[in-house]
């Protein structure tokens, strides 16, 4: 199983004085095993959305010093903003990213807000996975009221706090911690200062949709069910809860939207929901900002989505869709998109290991060198990337080619399919290198005595296997393409089926060279293990069916390229 990592994202009800800012990010950042990704103030809320990852115990620590430091730092008895707020560590949810469940998110919350609120003596509510009672699961029903109206609701019996004193707390409010879903933060621009256009259009896309009245849709009765309660027309997007509201700080107004589950809707399709309501209404939209960040897949999806949409095709880079996602969705409009900062994953690591991100000359040259690594491990993957990537072209040109218009899509999708292999063989690049040092650090362990040298042979076992575990990887992933590359040679665009003819051999040359790195590091054929044999077995079956294919397909080109 994975490392467990923990995400958190502390809001705090300041966003105008940089110095108070800095000084609760320090207090977040101070642990070791968490780190912050993001901090993102916002001067006309008067709020600031901070991103944390790490291990639980870490990200556990690490907020509660963020929420202590807040607490010193921020009088909410003089607090305004134009986001709804009730403390001023306002909320703090903690997302369950990786090798870890909800149920132990839970844990977790509970955890820390039984500190935050026996420590530091704020009142603290749990929300989300974490409420104990269904009626305070959704934030907005906990916040209601605000921090103007928090005294007056915690002496209702219904509204005490989970932990922490029942009393007020006029400096720090309540906070609100628990354990949720992956949440994007995302706000509209549109071309007006009226928050009433704003809100209609919110009304309009969030999935509680509004009020229905009689008569007029402002002033008219509301219109009550069998049961007394307010009849609503729902709203388009589902899992999206939203509001309109004015900006100074940028002139314009903006629907301000939590896309709470984006299996529901996604970052593009909440834009094209506002987009579409606002242009019913005579409005338009200019742009939108993210807060805090988005998930890598999110912003590809949004790419390909634009792309189709343009009639290009969709099998581009993750930097070519990335950027079709910022420049399509206007995310630049109101400040600097940094991808590196925006997307989780970029954030958490470089999108590309330390090979992968060398030039190609310095590749070479650090392959010519005497050094052990990277070798023919290494070099395989990226000949598989350059067949991938010769493939992804061929279908790129062929989605192009004026006259093809019809065969666009089936091409477009080939050509992503040919973008997944190439990531997932750029990967292998590094990893490819990082199993080769693990044998070199197992060989190097210490052999002195007869349970020091048991341990080293034990380790350099375990290391092997996995040296041999990601060339028998790499070659899973290369043997697609040869059908792939088939298919480019034969029905791709007539002017590059000699671009399709170097990456079928490039794809044959890598996985070949994968494949004897499998053999050598299985060792010895009289001492391999079980699984070992099982692997080299997976090996040979990938070799003889690839092989098969690359024959045939390198006969069929040949014809065709010299008839």
Known sequence: MANPILECVPNFSEGRRPDVIDKIAAALGSVDGARV??????????????????????????????????AHLIDMSSHKGEHARMGATDVCPLIPIAGMSMDEAVHWSKVLAERVGKELGIPVYLYEYSAKEAYRRNLADIR??????????????????????????????ATVIGARDFLVAYNVNLNTVSPRWANSVAFDVREVGRIVRDGHPLTGKIR??????????????????????????????????????????????????????????????TGSELVGL?????????????????????????EELIECAIQSMGLRQLGDFDPRRKIIEYAMEAPHGPLVSMTLGAFADLTA??????????????????????????????????????????????????????????RAVDEDTKAFEGVMQAIALPKSTEAEKANRLEAIAKANFRALQVPLQTMEFISPLFAMLEHMVQQGNPNSRSDAMVGLQAAWAALEGAYWNVIINAGPSTDRSAE???????????????????ERA???GASLLNP
């Open 224 to 285: 009550l069910d069998a049961h007394g309660e307010p009849v609503r027309q729902p709203g388009t997007c589902k899992s999206v809860k939203g509001v309109g509201w004015y900006i100074p700080e940028y002139c314009l107004a903006q629907v301000s939207m939590n896309l709470t589950r984006l299996a529901d809707t996604d970052l593009h399709e909440a834009y094209e929901a506002v987009w579409e309501s606002a242009h019913r209404r005579g409005l338009r939209v």
């Open 144 to 173: 209601a009221g605000e921090y103007e109206g928090l005294e007056v609701k915690m002496k209702d019996p219904r509204w005490s706090p989970d932990f922490g004193p029942e009393s007020f707390h006029a400096s720090c409010g």
């Open 554 to 556: 390198t006969q069929a």
């Open 532 to 550: 070992t044999l099982e692997a080299v077995s997976q090996a040979d079956s990938l070799r003889n069916a690839s092989q098969r294919i690359w």
């Open 294 to 318: 988005v998930p890598l897949e999110s912003m590809l999806k949004a790419g390909r989505y634009f792309m189709r949409q343009a009639g290009r095709s969709s099998g581009a880079s993750h």
């Open 369 to 426: 060198s005497d050094a052990p690594a990277p070798g023919g491990g290494s070099v395989a993957a990226y000949m598989g990337v350059l067949a991938a990537a010769l493939g992804a072209m061929v279908a790129n040109l062929s989605a192009h080619k004026r006259g093809w218009e019809a065969q666009t899509p089936a091409f477009s999708d080939r050509a992503e399919a040919f973008q997944d292999i190439k990531n997932k063989l750029l």
């Open 37 to 70: 990704l993001d901090v993102d103030p916002g001067k006309a809320t008067n709020r600031t959305v901070m991103t944390l990852v790490g291990n639980p115990e870490a990200v556990v620590e690490a907020a509660y010093r963020a929420i202590a430091e807040a």
